[in-house]
């Protein structure tokens, strides 16, 4: 869940909503925007957007990837170490999307000369690759549990929903 005020909105954790008086656990407590939280399939990690980045503008979004027990640290330079991509473009309604094997994040990259392309990051070789579609300005990011992506690109001014089967 996340939980802050209208600039900075920190993830929290709450290990059994149904016991009185457990208070929820913050994954994270600096003074950056982390926003729609996601688990991953394994329910072994959350990816988030967040508007931390090396340049401090607000206005540049990163996803993060931490361990849901809550393991990692909540701030500094430490939770600056769980990220897994720069400069993206968050989905206005849903989290980072992830692949059925909890090892992949598919997103769009915040680039207008290359039209925002889509990438895919890898957790354990912490690559980022680029995907070839053929589409422009792409958003929208979404992933099956069988690992088709789907995603909204602009064809003629107008929006076009794809569906890619994306090889390991």
Known sequence: ?????????????????QKPGE??????????????PVWSPDGQKIAFYSN????????????LVIAADGSDPVEGEGLAAQVVATDVVPDVERGPAWMPDSARIVYVRNDRQEYNPIYVADLARKTNRLLTTGTRMNHD??????????????????????LAALKD
């Open 1 to 17: 869940m996340m939980y802050g005020s209208n600039e900075n909105h920190d993830v929290y954790l709450m290990m059994d909503p």
């Open 52 to 63: 931390y980045n090396a340049g401090g503008d607000p206005q540049v979004w990163t996803i």
């Open 141 to 162: 990011v979404a992933s099956s549990a069988e690992g088709v992506i789907a995603f909204r690109a602009q064809v003629a001014q107008w929006d076009q929903i794809y």
């Open 23 to 36: 208070a929820p656990r913050a994954l994270t407590t600096w003074a950056y925007e982390d926003l729609r």
